[in-house]
């Protein structure tokens, strides 16, 4: 750590008119081990079952997630960069720095986009060295650190006229929002590089909210929740129980403990959670873990789409009532989907039940990874399950949120594959990797993962401790899967493979032991509760962790929105399955027996009776569907994933 750079300051408070003098010795200091440290860093957390597996320690190979990522790196970062700074988000931090005189451009949270790209920025220097992202990075860095107040404040928007107006309307204008932003950016480039420069600047900012904020003193909480788990994460970074303190104080301020259902805006309520579990896991108060499970009971209860997006209406980017989940008018946005993943990963650390990897695997693959094109720079803000055609991937939304987003879940990725517990290794997510990393006794352990994931069920771990041990290795046997087979050097295993679980197998482990996981992928027709009135009568087709769509493009000549699929006894479809390297960066292709219906030929208006002809002409076809995050990368189409159904005699 470059302690140089955690000089000495003079803060002068507002609150009270009290001026304090905080020397170099008075700043939290952040701890030693940066190198060490996962993306939400539970490794010393009292109440998380599973502990941080570093990004740096999993090197992605050639697989499913790595042309993603280094689409993100190559493409994404630079191209949102450019953006950024077209739109004088950048140069609103030279406004007030001297550096150029210029107007102030974009919203009052604009801030927070710039530090979500630095936090995506970070996490890539943490699995790749890349000298053409850390110039950037740096060169950002600097001009974000030279407006920050003596106090500490930082924030381009109550500045000059405006500055008296800092912490006024909370409720509406971001100001937490943007802080909780900038110390998440902070805490991944120190855990990229060990600098403390961005680090120094998140921790003094941190520090004046200590004095500002809390009992006695300003008893708001921000209007879009964030902050909370940022200081939850400086805490974890520095040990300094101040920030703890204050995230559990805002956390009161929402009343979060006595929470019994999840609503209102969807990305605020997911992003209240993540703050939630990560205050439970270190303090272990369990009215906390209470209220946060039982909101995520009522999340994947009643409110969450079959892609794993949540937020149903656009009216406030809300959650809807209770199996209100429209299709076409789907607002899902991915941000939202995003914030759900990351909430049930921490729901996953405290408890180490499957249940949550299920659902953050549901949103990676589906409803998160559908909000960016496969080229890696456009994105949807929103993330309809049906289309007739208008909706097209951009790069740059005025509200630009979902950008960076993306690109900061794409970059920390690694980190989710794996964790470890006092009892051993933990594999959640399944793609091709090699993990060097140590157990929680200070062995060794390499994992090589071999796979064709999604696409094939079939998974082999190559387990290579430092010298023979006896440890668990706990392996995520998906809920979608059925009849799952584990094997240990082509032996199946004694202990049960139960599907919405995770398998122990406990044994001496010697180098070069395998595991080889077998997840069979048929084709699978599902349904809704019956109380999600928009899809009575439908189906929907999955395959593995993919959800499936109709798309036009690949069906011409039928309309796909005036399409039935024949559903058989037992509630299967004709279908077979093709993988198209050529397609889509290489997709699986679903086929399945159709009836698709011909409106222009049918006669009759608007209304008419079916007993005068007015039933609609049909006539049988061969549908093909891709997986719903690969739609619209084709130009205009119309999409359909919810499609009706008959019975087949």
Not at 102 to 108: A, D, F, M, Q, T
Not at 177 to 203: D, E, K, N
Not at 283 to 310: F, H, N, S, V
Request: hydrophobic letters at 40%; one cysteine or more; aromatic letters at 10%.
């Amino acid at each position: 750590m470059h302690k140089s750079r955690l000089f000495a300051v003079v803060a002068i408070l507002t609150s009270g008119g009290i001026a304090v003098r905080a020397t170099a010795s008075d700043l939290p200091r952040p701890k030693e081990n940066w190198k060490d440290m996962g993306v939400v860093e539970t490794s010393a957390s009292p109440h998380a079952r599973l502990h941080a597996v570093p990004v740096r320690a999993v090197r992605m190979r050639d697989g499913f997630w790595l042309p993603r990522m280094e689409a993100a790196r190559l493409r994404g970062i630079p191209r949102l960069l450019g953006l950024l700074e077209e739109h004088g988000v950048a140069d609103n931090f030279r406004r007030i720095s001297g550096r150029k005189q210029c107007e102030r451009r974009g919203p009052y949270f604009t801030d927070s986009d710039l530090y979500k790209w630095m936090e995506a920025a970070a996490f890539v220097l943490q699995w790749k060295d890349d000298p053409a992202v850390r110039e950037m990075l740096d060169k950002v860095i600097d001009e974000v650190v030279a407006i920050q107040n003596p106090d500490g404040y930082l924030n381009t928007y109550f500045v000059d006229e405006r500055k008296d107006k800092r912490f006024s309307n909370l409720a509406a204008e971001h100001e937490l929002y943007c802080a909780g932003h900038l110390f998440q950016a902070a805490v991944a480039h120190y855990r990229a590089t060990g600098h403390s420069r961005l680090l120094g600047a998140a921790l003094k900012y941190a520090d004046y909210l200590t004095t500002v904020f809390g009992p006695g003193r300003i008893e708001q909480a921000d209007g879009h929740p964030e902050v909370e788990m940022a200081l939850v994460e400086l805490y974890r970074t520095t040990g300094r129980k101040e920030y703890l303190d204050l995230a559990g104080f805002f956390l009161d301020l929402y009343r979060f403990a006595a929470r019994t259902q999840i609503e209102g805006h969807a990305v605020r309520a997911a992003y209240l959670c993540c703050g939630g579990a990560d205050y439970y896991m270190e303090t272990g108060k369990q009215p906390y873990w209470e209220a946060a499970d039982r909101m995520w009971q009522d999340m994947t209860g009643r409110k969450l789409y079959i892609t794993g997006g949540i937020g149903a209406t656009s009216h406030g980017e809300a959650f809807g009532a209770p199996f209100d989940l429209p299709n076409a008018t789907s607002y899902a946005e991915t941000c939202a989907g995003i914030a759900s993943g990351m909430w049930n990963w921490r729901m996953l650390a405290a408890t180490g039940q499957a249940r949550f990897a299920d659902e953050m695997e549901r949103v990676l693959y589906n409803g998160f990874l559908s909000g960016v094109s496969l080229e890696g720079s456009e994105y949807f803000y929103v993330n309809p399950l049906e289309s007739a055609g208008g909706h097209k991937r951009r790069p740059w939304y005025d509200c630009t949120c979902c950008p960076p987003n993306v690109l900061r879940m794409l970059a920390s990725l690694p980190g989710y594959i794996y964790s470890t517990s006092r009892e051993g290794l933990w594999v959640h997510l399944y793609d091709n990797n090699e993990l060097t990393w140590r157990l929680e006794d200070g062995r060794g352990v390499r994992v090589v993962q071999e796979t064709k994931y999604p696409w094939e069920g079939g998974v082999t771990l190559t387990i290579q401790p430092d010298s023979a041990a006896e440890f668990s290795v706990f392996v995520r046997i998906p809920g979608w899967c059925v009849e799952p087979k584990l094997r240990v050097n082509g032996q199946d295993i004694e202990s049960p493979v139960t599907p919405g679980t995770y398998c122990h197998v406990r044994r001496s482990w010697t180098p070069g032991d395998r595991l080889e996981l077998d997840l069979p992928m048929p084709v699978v027709v599902q349904t809704a509760d019956p109380r999600v009135r928009a899809n009575l009568g439908r189906v929907a087709i999955t395959r593995g962790p993919l959800v499936y769509c109709f798309e036009s493009v690949d069906n011409p000549g039928v309309n796909v929105l005036a399409a039935a699929v024949p559903v058989d006894a037992k509630g299967e479809v004709e279908s077979r399955t093709a993988y198209r390297a050529d397609l889509l960066g290489g997709v699986t292709v679903v086929s399945v027996e159709a009836v698709a219906s011909d409106y222009e030929k049918t006669s009759g208006g608007l209304y008419r009776p079916t007993r005068a002809g007015g039933m609609p002409k049909v006539r049988r076809v061969h549908l093909h569907a891709i997986p719903y995050y690969a739609w619209c990368n084709r130009g205009d189409s119309q999409m359909v994933v919810w499609v009706p159904f008959m019975p087949k005699d």
